[in-house]
């Protein structure tokens, strides 16, 4: 079922979640047993992220380099595959620019449409570390608008509207945008282009969402806008984060998490509770889902989900 559907038709608000792929390595069996946890909630549907290749170079016989790509983890389409045969739950893989030409990604379409899969989440990507800005592909897009319009197309004269297509969206301005009101048009062309529906950034204010809401629908923005919640659960995450994410974190948040310190099951505890109070406020301003960042860690998420939903 398209996740465009089941927001259009859900008449209460609900949880989704989104995973990491793991790592080359682990087995289809722990990775099972990892998402299983979640299924006690029923999710509408499952996020997996998607990360660019990275490369490595490797020494010649003659002393020259040969760049390698070193592909790290298992791919979101293959864990989206196992979701929805295993879990019988609907898979939303993530597509990104970053990495990929245009045809690699009518490629990835290609299988993503023979498996039965109806839904993506298109976002740009992310630099490589060896980078200070995003460089597209050569003969890949550069931005996720263009993506959006690329994978709205596929098939069209076949399908119609083969997928329902997500969108990120930042309530505290994308790093690269020069400021929020221009990142909000941004994010209307992403729309504009053939998005449903929009996934924000994480954020630890929900004034900040509400604000960012707001902002959206005076420039015209009309999709529905799910909030999404990463709970903290070590005090080490008040530097990564901001770092990683470009986000704030509320004083009184980064001060009990902080004074919490080494002690892991008052920072565990602090972090969660604080997410706790997010989800039950924002579901208490009727926001459509509520959608979390699991980060490959289940158990602060579903204590949250046994309380609020």
Known sequence: MKI?????ESRKPFPSIEIV???????????????????????KYINVTCHRDEYEYVPNPDGSFSRKTVQNRISAVTVAGLIM???????VPHIICAGATVG??????????YMGIENVLALRGDCLASEKRFSPTPGGYRYADELVS????????ET??????????????HFEAPNIETDILNLKRKVDAGADYVITQM??????YYDFVDRCRKAGIDVPIIPGLKPLSTARQVHILPEAFSIDIPLELSTAMEEAGADREAAYRTGTEWCRKQCEDLLDHGVPAVHFYSMG????????????F
């Open 4 to 8: 465009a559907d089941i927001l259009r």
């Open 104 to 113: 690699d990604i009518e490629r990835e379409l290609d299988n993503l449409y």
């Open 203 to 208: 954020f630890f204010d929900n004034k900040v």
């Open 160 to 173: 119609g509207r083969h997928f329902s297509i997500g969108v990120g969206g930042y309530p505290e301005k």
């Open 297 to 308: 860690k289940a158990a602060n998420v579903a204590e949250i989900l046994r309380t609020c």
């Open 21 to 43: 792929p793991p790592l080359k390595g682990m087995s289809r069996e722990e990775l099972i047993s990892n998402i299983e946890p979640f299924m006690e909630f029923s999710p």
């Open 85 to 91: 045969s295993h879990f019988k739950v609907e898979a």
């Open 150 to 157: 690329g994978i709205r197309n596929y098939r069209r004269e």
